[in-house]
């Protein structure tokens, strides 16, 4: 039976210096799935400075910060609570406090939780797994979570007929 | 008066070795019924296997349907979420504790339940029948339900100026 | 400014057995208001032997009632939940619980309650009158406030200008 | 095992011309139930003037019933919502429009409804049983469910081992 | 990566007075932001007659208010509970209860709270700030705002292959 | 029958100047209500200055206040949370638009909402009191709408049997 | 630090021939943890019959078993609702439905849920497993889970210091 | 006002290495406020171990940190679920994820969040802080907010008569 009617939302959260928001993106055009994607504003600068530079400047840095992650939280929270499924990467820079925050507001909302990370942070990152319903490594291993859940579509075992149903 | 601008979706959980989806479906089809199915993954071996397959082998096969099962409860509880009805089936095979299990959630959601099993099962299933808005035998009492709940066509009641109303 | 992109969706809950739903829905169509109607099954017969027409006589007639008023709530929770108003009419016939239990439903679950009822009833309905958000006599007065809610209109009070916002 | 610890709320809603209540509360302290029962205000005069009688006189008498309907809410929507069991109970005078109000509150809300009345009011309240767990038709079989559920008791049954399990 | 299937609602609440609310729709357009508003009625006279005039004329203005200000309540609680963020704008006259009332009900349901406001009146809003995710002056930072957090665009920053993404 | 094992927590938000919460809290214990009453700090200079007090100065008053506005909305969004009736009094002084936000944030929470005000206020409050269960204008009327709703106590209505039950 | 005010609430669900609940209560008790346990009546025929028993016989078996399933619901649904953990026990006997629709309401609830059962019954249960937080083979396991996660004692790891926090 | 009759939980969360935890409590006690503090287990090799030590070893250490996991959060979620104030304390050692994931939680969950950490990770945690009511650097600060927000109490400001209201 056809599940085409259905458009499934995805927000992607975390890391944004390497391009596997594009690669997951990509895979599932090229799948052809009925998806659309959303994630925070990726442009570092941007993502920093817009509570000063759209509601006026402050001195004290932390207030600069705080102005920012708010202007910011309008779009992920907004985002977060419309998706279907959330997908947090996990990636070798900085803190990445907030895409650990972003899971546990995935979590606690009741949204399937996809995390994406090396092996490397596994135990580090052992609560945030235990919540999850799939842990990945690569930006394909997403593609292909999407394209089985979505579209019944599985490599090697899925045969026309099946597909087609 | 029209419910023609809303649209139903129906999940169909349970027993995936016979076609009563086809059944439900095709019937609601003849109906004209404005109507979106949705079903978990019927491929049983890539239903088994998929977590596996996408995620990597595991030695241990209870990890291996643990990753399988969480990788299809992406699909099954985001699509019950979504349905305005849930049906679920018993059949003759196996234990199908996930039927009874998503039973149970869809219960919990609040979401109108229709189980559909032969009376053999009727004591077994007391406790599922007693949550359920309709218990049927046959997949063609569900389209007759659905045809009633969304057209308001019941056979040898409706006449022409109700069914137009 | 335009609302137009909203469609607002309505049930009206209660009394059969006159033309009242006809006067608002003509009412709503004749003003252009974007609205959905949806209702109970309103054929008294088909309404009341839905359940062992489908799914098997009941020699005890109160399980007849408790099958087909089960199949009934499969159409009317599901719409009564998918609104964005609830219209209760209490008319002369019968003792129309089952408009009151809707009217209680709509209650708790937040959606705004417009009743409607004549000025003999208003003592018994004190309660129900008190949850809602409006209490009208005339099916004429629910179009009006659909159309001044959705639209901001209110004959004699709303020019053109404020019309076209 | 013992649910000693639990101590049960049992909301009594509907009918205030009988002494239903008191039967039912005397069989469950004769029982030695951990229950608390609570009700609307039950001093017919009180409930219809209380609103006047504390915010000031109304010459319009729907206010009136309007201000007392809401200070009465403030007590039946508080206790209903803390219950958990509401019994509600359908008696031979009035309209009795707000039983099967409160009765649809409850069931919005999810609270397991015990309906009480005689079979001639079967047919007319079957949308209100069709919603709750037990229909009875006398007091003491409100208690023998309450016995039950709550000190799993039933007579002629449970032996002493068991019940003090 | 594109958000451009993602339609936007925004409800408008407060102050009736001045433009604000066309300058903010008027900049939204001219962005080409997926943005639909929607806003209390703001003709004056129909908002504060609307009760009477549809529903009967009442000699105590107490209820003549009671009676608009719940049909307006039809309107702006469905309105803001479909909101994906709600801007609240405090002007120079009247009291405005009825911004900070809806400031709290957007509050409590968890929805994105922007606030609009001159600087003499940050103390007395302090309440409503903290609960803000942006603390704006102007319109058009409002219109920035929706820019920024719908299309990820800040003047400045964002350069053409950010945009396009 | 009793509700005395039935705790009431009653919330009083509002004008801090005058003594109207004493009234209440007095006159409810006179009655002898099982009642605890919670209310914000209604030290001014504590409630202004709390946040900097505990975290630091701010050399702009702007997050002076909002420091302080966050660490009481600690206090007051814990106790209306935790209310089974809000009490909102509007008084002479200052704008008071935190009284009117606590007010949509209990409506919005489903609290039983009594509001406290003179007549000259009922037109700008009349979204307000249109959400509310009662309109008070002394702090005795709350006294004695709190000990109808708890014990079912009216003033010149309830006989001896009557208040026992 | 002490946990010890935090009394926590366990239902033990499913199979009723063995004395699995014995063992875990007996457990808790030795191990001086503050936890009340509840369970369904476990009484099989007074189960089976409490329905027909207290509101009159049925000769079809079917609503025999409903209005029996019914009543007990009551009880289950209310005590699992309480509960802040879920143990679901499947053994050899039966088919254990209601076991894995308890599940499955546990699961839709939030409910931390463990799942007992044997080794030979982990693929038609990995849908259940997979929703656990934990899988244990024997009530003992389940004991030492609660000692842990309520009084943070782990047999071999925790010395005096660590318990006494 | 007395509020001595309402007990705050309030959940420490986060890093393990310090005493902090120790220095909250001793604080609240020497001030005698009414507050129970809960925690996840702080022994680091029963928290690591403690899935394994109860339910078995697991070859892979992913699985062996996977069941750990899950036991935790029977404890951890359901402590954060039944807490009125949720503190977060970042401190220097590890990547601290799970620390950032039940500030999510605490955040979607609307838990009044308490922040606490070295300024030197203020940009790291801006989305945290963004969401939190207060951030405050050292133990002695929250032991200051708790005392404010339960007892009403701020050094230097509240004179006696205001501390016994």
Not at 54 to 81: C, M, Q, S
Not at 99 to 108: E, K, R
Not at 109 to 135: C, M, Q, R, T
């Amino acid at each position: 039976m056809s599940t085409a009617k259905t458009d499934w939302s995805v927000y992607l959260s975390g890391e944004i210096h390497t391009d596997w928001r594009q690669q997951i993106i990509s895979g599932a055009q090229a799948a052809g799935l009925p998806v659309s994607f959303a994630a925070p504003v990726t442009h570092h600068e941007a993502s920093d400075d817009c509570g000063v530079a759209i509601l006026g400047p402050e001195p004290d840095y932390f207030w600069h910060d705080h102005k920012g992650a708010k202007v910011n939280a309008i779009r992920t929270r907004t985002l977060i609570g419309k998706a279907d499924i959330v997908v947090v990467r996990f990636g070798e820079k900085y803190r990445q406090w907030n895409a650990a925050f972003d899971a546990g507001i995935a979590a606690a909302l009741g949204k399937p939780l996809i995390v994406l990370h090396g092996p490397e942070h596994a135990h580090a990152l052992k609560e945030v797994d235990a919540a999850a319903l799939a842990v990945a490594r690569e930006p394909a291993q997403v593609v292909a979570i999407l394209r089985y859940v979505i579209d019944g579509q599985l490599a090697g075992y899925t045969d026309t007929r099946q597909a087609a149903e």
